[in-house]
């Protein structure tokens, strides 16, 4: 079973989003700022700034992946100052595309989890996606 704090496959889980990242035109810029600031994506230029100082390091594939959504879904500053609703409503659609990367990554790497929660505790899923993956699995069986 995958172990996050495991820092090997830390790095494998990172590689490989860096990976899609760079097949899907995305650049990317790893920096070391304060503790826990936030990472950003910029649509124009197709790059992403991942900020690397975390308090918690098992937290960095999930920025990584939704930092990659944002982009992928060609999400613009629009999207975000429109109105709050549309600022969550946009986070939550790169929280769900998110998600569904690293179920791709199980999928390959034939990774199981008998619960939703067991593998949101693995792969240090955000709480505020708990409501998608119960969703999710519901739909799946
Ligand atoms: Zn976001």
């Known amino acids: 079973m995958i172990d996050l704090s495991n820092k090997r496959n830390r790095e494998r889980l990172i590689e490989y989003l860096l990976n899609f990242a760079f097949e899907n035109g995305?650049?990317?810029?790893?920096?070391?700022?304060?503790?826990?600031?936030?990472?950003?994506s910029?649509?124009?230029?197709?790059?992403?700034?991942?900020?690397?100082?975390?308090?918690?390091?098992?937290?960095?594939?999930?920025?990584?992946?939704?930092?990659?959504?944002?982009?992928?879904?060609?999400?613009?500053?629009?999207?975000?100052?429109?109105?709050?609703?549309?600022?969550?409503?946009?986070?939550?659609?790169?929280?769900?595309?998110?998600?569904?990367?690293?179920?791709?990554y199980c999928k390959i790497n034939d990774f199981c989890f008998d619960t939703w929660f067991k593998f949101a505790e693995v792969f240090c899923i955000p709480k505020r996606c708990y409501y998608l993956l119960e969703n999710y699995f519901r739909m799946v069986g």
């Open 26 to 40: 995305i650049g990317f810029i790893m920096v070391k700022v304060g503790l826990d600031d936030p990472s950003a």
């Open 42 to 104: 910029y649509p124009d230029t197709r790059m992403m700034v991942i900020n690397t100082n975390l308090s918690d390091p098992n937290e960095l594939p999930f920025i990584i992946a939704h930092e990659i959504a944002h982009l992928m879904l060609k999400h613009s500053r629009l999207d975000f100052d429109s109105s709050p609703i549309n600022g969550l409503r946009t986070d939550s659609n790169a929280d769900r595309y998110a998600l569904k990367m690293f179920l791709e």
